[in-house]
């Protein structure tokens, strides 16, 4: 199976770079043979986490051949119910963050878990510009008039470059070197991993976009970077348009910004044309909840007295 294999050099390379244990984990349900399955990830303490720069837990829901609604609905219960069940012996502040096509939690909410909606914008592949904004399109012609060009890459030297151009700026680190993102590409293959790069009139890489699948049907958007000189330029839109036009022509079905949950971040990504989609984050109740209450409280009240 494509997915159980990519997962598996998922977990290669996340065991090398982060130190995690990793392990494909199973929750049949008891009256069919409708499973969930995912590739879960444990610290150093043995905790159940979710390492940097992964959107979502690698998850899979396999229900028995039916076109029956309600089949569906109970199998999936059952599932959920059989992985709660594994999460509570753990005994342990847990959290689980599922991809955006898990749309119902209530058995997690029902068992007195915490869930959290968060979005994200995908798009269906195959891919047309004219779903994008006139302000994206006027940003990628800006960029092939000022002579960018952007293209597949396999040097991830070149990617590299890009992202110290975006932590230079930011203030900040992906924490992955170059021989990180060269793990990641060669075991993951051409297909799953693609990396895309725009390139300066003069050929120096100024902005970078790496596309990761772990199921050979849905890419997500694992990182982007850029040089700041080269940002008013249109160098992400190009960059970006090219991911999708090569998507759309290997065949995969959606592609997902994989985030939209910081106002800034999320306005450059609905000018794609996507559709907003909820995921969940589930966690288990605990004193943080306290801490988090009062959090979000001040910040209500700080935005009350601001305008809209």
């Given at each position: 199976?494509e997915?159980l294999?990519?997962?598996?050099?998922?977990?290669?390379?996340?065991?090398?770079?982060?130190?995690?244990d990793?392990?494909v984990?199973?929750?049949e349900?008891?009256n069919?043979?409708a499973r969930?399955?995912a590739?879960?990830?444990f610290n150093r303490k043995?905790h159940?986490?979710l390492?940097?720069l992964?959107p979502?837990h690698p998850f899979?829901?396999?229900?028995?051949p039916?076109?029956?609604?309600y089949?569906?609905?109970?199998?999936?219960h059952?599932?959920?119910?059989?992985?709660?069940?594994e999460?509570?012996?753990?005994?342990r502040?847990?959290?689980f963050?599922?991809?955006?096509?898990?749309?119902d939690?209530?058995?997690f909410?029902w068992s007195?878990?915490?869930a959290?909606?968060?979005?994200t914008?995908i798009v269906?592949l195959?891919?047309?510009?004219d779903q994008?904004?006139t302000?994206?399109?006027?940003?990628i012609k800006?960029?092939?008039?000022a002579g960018?060009?952007?293209?597949?890459?396999?040097?991830m030297?070149?990617v590299?470059?890009?992202?110290?151009g975006t932590?230079t700026?930011?203030g900040f680190?992906?924490?992955?070197?170059?021989?990180d993102?060269e793990?990641a590409?060669s075991l993951?293959?051409?297909?799953?991993?693609?990396?895309?790069v725009?390139?300066?009139?003069?050929?120096?890489?100024?902005?970078?976009?790496v596309?990761v699948?772990l199921?050979?049907?849905r890419a997500?958007g694992?990182?982007?970077?850029?040089?700041?000189?080269?940002?008013?330029y249109?160098?992400v839109q190009q960059?970006?348009?090219?991911a999708l036009?090569?998507l759309?022509?290997?065949?995969?079905?959606e592609?997902?910004f994989a985030?939209?949950?910081i106002?800034?971040i999320a306005?450059?990504k609905t000018?794609w044309g996507?559709?907003v989609?909820?995921y969940y984050?589930i966690?288990?109740?605990g004193m943080?909840?306290?801490?988090?209450?009062g959090l979000?409280?001040?910040?209500?009240?700080?935005n009350s007295?601001q305008?809209?």
């Amino acid at each position: 199976m494509e997915t159980l294999n990519l997962w598996e050099k998922w977990a290669v390379f996340h065991a090398q770079k982060w130190g995690c244990d990793t392990r494909v984990a199973r929750w049949e349900a008891p009256n069919s043979s409708a499973r969930g399955e995912a590739l879960v990830f444990f610290n150093r303490k043995g905790h159940l986490y979710l390492p940097p720069l992964n959107p979502y837990h690698p998850f899979s829901f396999y229900p028995t051949p039916t076109d029956k609604q309600y089949k569906l609905n109970r199998q999936w219960h059952e599932a959920a119910k059989a992985m709660i069940l594994e999460m509570l012996k753990a005994q342990r502040i847990t959290s689980f963050v599922f991809p955006p096509d898990i749309t119902d939690v209530r058995p997690f909410v029902w068992s007195g878990y915490i869930a959290e909606v968060k979005y994200t914008f995908i798009v269906k592949l195959p891919y047309s510009l004219d779903q994008a904004s006139t302000e994206i399109r006027a940003k990628i012609k800006k960029a092939t008039a000022a002579g960018y060009r952007s293209a597949l890459t396999q040097d991830m030297g070149e990617v590299y470059q890009c992202l110290e151009g975006t932590e230079t700026r930011q203030g900040f680190s992906h924490h992955l070197t170059r021989q990180d993102l060269e793990l990641a590409q060669s075991l993951l293959g051409d297909q799953a991993f693609r990396a895309y790069v725009c390139y300066a009139p003069d050929g120096e890489p100024v902005s970078t976009s790496v596309i990761v699948s772990l199921d050979g049907r849905r890419a997500f958007g694992w990182i982007a970077a850029s040089k700041t000189e080269h940002l008013n330029y249109g160098v992400v839109q190009q960059s970006q348009s090219l991911a999708l036009q090569d998507l759309s022509n290997l065949g995969f079905a959606e592609f997902d910004f994989a985030g939209a949950n910081i106002p800034t971040i999320a306005y450059s990504k609905t000018n794609w044309g996507g559709q907003v989609t909820p995921y969940y984050l589930i966690r288990s109740p605990g004193m943080k909840e306290i801490l988090r209450a009062g959090l979000h409280w001040l910040r209500f009240i700080r935005n009350s007295h601001q305008p809209l």
